[in-house]
């Protein structure tokens, strides 16, 4: 199938996003059959946007509760986080920014990893290090995130030119792709035309996913950039662009296997702009109603919503009932709960990290600090 979108110059006709499913639910057999998608692998996508659901709304509870101190959702950008995700292999690489670890748990990043990061405890990889919200997983080539707006786009440039550079030294076959997920207020970043170009003139195997959801914290697309879209930025640079409805799971998946596709066989960078809406708070520390008109998120939540519209075409295709969905959302929300639970009771990390893990072997200096540390906190293990 050939995707509808900008790909020589931002016509009018590309301005209107690739779309499978209708707002709806309703969709053309035909077109939908053609694909040759498989069952399995869409239910699996569904659950994968069930599980951050769920999980935004357990955590972000959490947050109110004070029982963690931070959280971002990714609530109403399911189908763009997951649908893309879906499309890459094993060997692939997720660069992310804020609302990308239901990408990161789809392929293969524990729950208990995530939750125990959000705590910072002991089973934190990063030691309690980094605020929450920001995993990392080698085992699903998913790289921590920076907080700093689009400093990990050069990094996905950067990834996959030195994949391109192994490959030709292994003379393998094969061609990872990175792909490397941005909002649209990254793309009034230096960063990320520094990323672009390099992209467009180097021409490695990377595929930048922008996740359009209209606000920058409390900056509205219309006023952060003069651009009619995302996608049309990228072709500046001359990397080939699609935009896609960020609420259709299926458009989104579809739209990353061709891109995908493109860029392993040699095609160069690729660009998607997943058009979305940010229905809930930029983070749990922000108060949307202060500078928008809520009446315009309630459309998109209650008419737009990617979750509603996909059950709705799985039921339509007989791959989904009534009662499987709802014993696929206990035992999501069982998941959910168990990682919680266990989580919350793990033990701070110890003492001794505070000074491990810069240098090979902990110097003299910050041994004496740490010692002094515990002599002023008798009652902490060291």
Not at 246 to 275: S, T
Request: aromatic residues 6%; negative net charge.
């Amino acid at each position: 199938m050939r995707l509808p979108g900008i790909v020589q110059a931002p016509t009018e006709a590309a301005l209107v996003p690739f779309q499978l499913l209708h707002e709806s639910g309703s969709f053309d057999s035909d077109r939908i059959d053609a694909l040759g998608l498989d069952p399995v692998l869409l239910l699996r996508i569904y659950r994968g946007i069930a599980l951050i659901r769920i999980m935004d709304e357990r955590l972000l509870t959490l947050q109110r509760q004070g029982r963690i101190s931070f959280y971002g959702e990714a609530r109403g950008q399911e189908a763009a986080v997951v649908g893309t995700a879906a499309a890459l292999s094993e060997e692939d690489y997720v660069v992310p920014a804020l609302r990308e670890a239901g990408a990161g748990i789809y392929r293969g990043l524990s729950l208990r990893s995530y939750v125990a990061q959000i705590f910072g405890n002991a089973n934190d990889v990063c030691k309690g290090r980094q605020m929450p919200c920001h995993p990392g997983s080698r085992a699903a080539r998913y790289v921590t995130m920076s907080s700093c707006i689009a400093t990990q786009l050069p990094h996905a440039t950067g990834m996959a030119m030195a994949a391109r550079l192994c490959e030709e030294q292994q003379g393998s076959q094969g061609r990872t792709v990175i792909a490397g997920y941005l909002g649209d207020g990254a793309t009034s970043e230096g960063d990320f035309h520094v990323a672009l170009n390099f992209a467009g003139v180097f021409r490695p195997a990377v595929v930048f996913v922008c996740q359009n959801n209209q606000w920058a914290i409390s900056t509205p697309v219309t006023t952060q950039t003069a651009s009619r879209t995302m996608a049309e930025k990228a072709l500046a640079y001359g990397i080939p662009s699609v935009r896609v409805d960020g609420n259709d799971a299926l458009a989104c998946y579809v739209a990353m296997r061709e891109v995908v596709a493109r860029a392993r066989a040699g095609g160069g960078p690729q660009f998607i702009e997943a058009l979305t809406y940010r229905v809930s708070a930029h983070s749990s520390s922000d108060d949307p109603s202060r500078y928008r008109d809520e009446s315009v998120t309630t459309v998109w939540r209650e008419n737009r919503c990617p979750l509603v519209r996909f059950r709705r075409f799985l039921m339509a295709r007989g791959l989904l009932s009534a009662s499987s969905d709802a014993d696929l959302q206990a035992e999501v929300d069982a998941e959910v709960r168990a990682a919680i639970a266990a989580e919350e009771s793990a033990p701070a990390p110890p003492l001794a990290s505070l000074v491990q893990d810069v240098f090979a072997q902990v110097p003299a200096s910050l041994a004496e600090q740490l010692a002094e540390v515990v002599a002023a906190l008798p009652s902490q293990k060291s």
